[in-house]
């Protein structure tokens, strides 16, 4: 196989970052890398997706991942995981035997070690310069899902048209489905034995990154988590306070104490962010020196400042995510040429340890084992979004009362960055715009 053939696969498969933003995967193909690696940190307290499907599914990804390698001629590929995923270690060791140049990587049991750019400097020793991609150091991070629909779709010529995610909190069964794309979180809920409080808040993602949703939103290739909370839950209050009072409060109680600086985890990479500079010019209403605020780009809202590192519980992630907004509403583009700076010599001191994360967020009760059952779940309608991926929406192939198979393109992808949608249950199409298609078995 060569690179075009790979990237058409991938494109037609609609394969996508299935741990992140949805980052079609055949547009990080490259033949500058030597480096691959398997993101399977799951840094987000609670998420246990992606150490499970490692562990059920190793050899699959493995594969895909030796195709990747080949086709690119890398020299190596790593699997990143942290040390407790014991079971999923043990599946990779007897996938990968014998296999040249595959190794294991064992990262650190901190958050955010899932980040792109903490995984390549965890595994590899490099360093991304800011606002730089991967490759620039010669890298290419695949989430773990991203390569079984890619072994899947080499295998097989199969779509992607389910996803695993993991249901926890306030259920009665935590864990974690296979589930259709365009399935309802409600429905999900309820597989899961249904809400165990009264007025149940709907979060989608991990408590760090994710945001509050409800129940008639619906899976796409990116969802990871359903978390069912409470309303008064710590990470719920933070998420409904507006941005407005969040201001006022560090206008009024920002100290510039410099934690959130100091526990930065691209700051302590070198990169020019600096949340306490920003505070400190946001709380001041300093507009001569916008340097702080140009470098809210840099940001990889992890969300560390915010929700650990801010003793007086102030919104750094809030208002530089704000600012990030308005600075590419108002055509403003990230800097070039930024200078990244040497990793800080106290970095091993100041990152933050998960457990004691998820003790701050107040999780622990939460924090339990997800099961995994790999049996894909029916459902009698779905709601498939068709902007699911970074880039433009595929365009819609089908009409009103067309009978669809599972598998079959449903929406081409678009002229660009963009890759195709796939039927997720046989049946009819009842309803087609710009946005989505529903289909009801």
């Known amino acids: 196989m060569d690179f075009k053939a790979l990237s058409e696969i991938l494109k037609n498969a609609g394969v996508?970052?299935?741990?992140?933003?949805?980052?079609?995967?055949?547009?990080?193909?490259?033949?500058?890398?030597?480096?691959?690696?398997?993101?399977?940190?799951?840094?987000?307290?609670?998420?246990?997706?992606?150490?499970?499907?490692?562990?059920?599914?190793?050899k699959d990804i493995v594969f895909a991942l030796e195709t990747v390698k080949n086709v690119l001629k890398a020299d190596r590929v790593i699997i990143a995981v942290k040390p407790h995923y014991k079971d999923a270690i043990e599946a990779t060791k007897e996938a990968i035997e014998g296999k040249e140049g595959f190794s294991i990587g064992l990262l650190p049991e901190i958050y955010p070690a899932g980040d792109e750019v903490v995984t390549i400097y965890e595994t590899t020793g490099r360093v991304v310069p800011a606002g730089s991609l991967p490759i620039s150091v010669g890298c290419v991070v695949y989430n773990v899902e991203t390569m079984l629909n890619a072994a899947y779709a080499i295998k097989e010529n199969k779509g992607v048209t389910y996803k695993y995610i993991t249901v926890a909190g306030e259920v009665k069964k935590p864990c974690t489905l296979k589930v259709p794309l365009g399935m309802t979180y409600g429905e999900i809920v309820e597989l899961c034995g249904g809400a165990t409080i009264e007025n149940p808040v709907i979060f989608a993602g991990g408590p760090m990154t994710g945001f509050i949703s409800s129940k008639r939103d619906v899976v796409t290739k990116t969802s990871n988590a359903i978390l069912v909370l409470d309303e008064n839950q710590y990470i719920i209050k933070k998420r409904t306070t507006p941005v407005t009072i969040s201001l006022k409060r560090a206008m009024s109680a920002c100290c510039n104490c410099m934690m959130c600086t100091d526990l930065c985890s691209r700051n302590l990479l070198g990169h020019p962010i600096d949340p306490q500079k920003f505070m400190m010019n946001v709380t001041g209403g300093v507009t001569k020196d916008v340097k702080p605020y140009i470098d809210s780009f840099f940001c990889c809202s992890c969300g560390i400042c915010e929700y650990?590192?801010?003793?007086?519980?102030?919104?750094?992630?809030?208002?530089?995510?704000?600012?990030?907004?308005?600075?590419?509403?108002?055509?403003?583009?990230?800097?070039?040429?930024?200078?990244?700076?040497?990793?800080?010599?106290?970095?091993?001191?100041?990152?933050?340890?998960?457990t004691k994360l998820v003790r701050h967020l107040g999780l622990v009760k939460y924090d339990v084992e997800c099961p995994l059952d790999d049996t894909l779940v029916k459902a009698d309608s779905v709601k498939i979004k068709l902007g699911q991926h970074i880039g433009a929406p595929a365009v819609s192939a089908v009409k009103v009362g067309d009978k669809v198979m599972v598998g079959d393109v449903i929406a081409k992808a678009a002229d660009g960055l963009s890759v195709n949608i796939h039927a997720s249950i046989s049946g009819t199409v009842d309803e087609v715009t710009d946005a989505y298609i529903i289909i009801k078995a």
């Open 308 to 354: 650990y590192a801010c003793f007086q519980g102030l919104s750094p992630t809030t208002l530089l995510g704000m600012t990030k907004g308005k600075l590419k509403k108002a055509g403003v583009q990230i800097p070039k040429d930024i200078e990244t700076k040497e990793v800080h010599k106290q970095r091993e001191f100041r990152t933050v340890p998960i």
């Open 16 to 58: 996508v970052g299935a741990g992140g933003a949805g980052f079609p995967s055949y547009a990080k193909l490259n033949e500058k890398a030597d480096t691959i690696i398997l993101n399977c940190a799951e840094c987000e307290p609670l998420l246990k997706l992606h150490r499970q499907v490692l562990e059920y599914h190793a």
